[in-house]
C-alpha cells in the first residue's frame, strides 16, 4: 500500500487550496478513505472520510461547509478541496486507508494559512 499526498503549501486567510492523495498497491475502488490531520502539540484528527464508491461523506464539524472530499476511482486518487482557509486549518494533512485493524497512512503534505 503507497498513499502519496501533494498540493499542500503556504495560503492567505480565506484563500482554497486541493491536496491530492494517489493510491497504490491495492485495490483503492474497495475502500473507503480518509483524511487527517495533525497540528504542532495536537493529536491526529479526522477531517473527513468518504466511502468506497463516494456516495456518503462525513466531515468535522471544525471544517463542514469549507472542505469537501471526493474521488476519482479511476485514477485511484482521493480529493480535499479547502476553501475558506483559516490560521487554524494550519497542520499536517495525511491520507488514509484502513483494512481491518491496520492503518495506512501517506506521509503527509504541509498546509500554512497565514498572512
Known amino acids: 500500500v503507497q498513499l502519496v499526498e501533494s498540493g499542500g503549501g503556504l495560503v492567505q486567510p480565506g484563500g482554497s487550496l486541493r491536496l491530492s492523495c494517489a493510491a497504490s498497491?491495492?485495490?483503492?475502488?474497495?475502500?473507503?478513505m480518509s483524511w487527517y490531520r495533525q497540528a504542532p502539540g495536537k493529536e491526529r484528527e479526522l477531517v473527513a472520510w468518504?466511502?468506497?464508491?463516494?456516495?456518503?461523506?462525513n466531515y468535522a464539524g471544525s471544517v463542514k461547509g469549507r472542505f469537501t472530499i471526493s474521488r476519482d476511482n479511476a485514477k485511484n486518487t482521493v480529493y480535499l478541496q479547502m476553501n475558506t482557509l483559516k490560521p487554524e486549518d494550519t497542520a499536517v494533512y495525511y491520507c488514509n486507508t484502513r483494512d481491518g485493524s491496520s492503518d495506512y497512512w501517506g506521509q503527509g503534505t504541509q498546509v500554512t494559512v497565514s498572512s
Open positions: 468518504i466511502t468506497r464508491a463516494g456516495g456518503r461523506t
Open positions: 498497491g491495492f485495490t483503492f475502488s474497495s475502500y473507503a
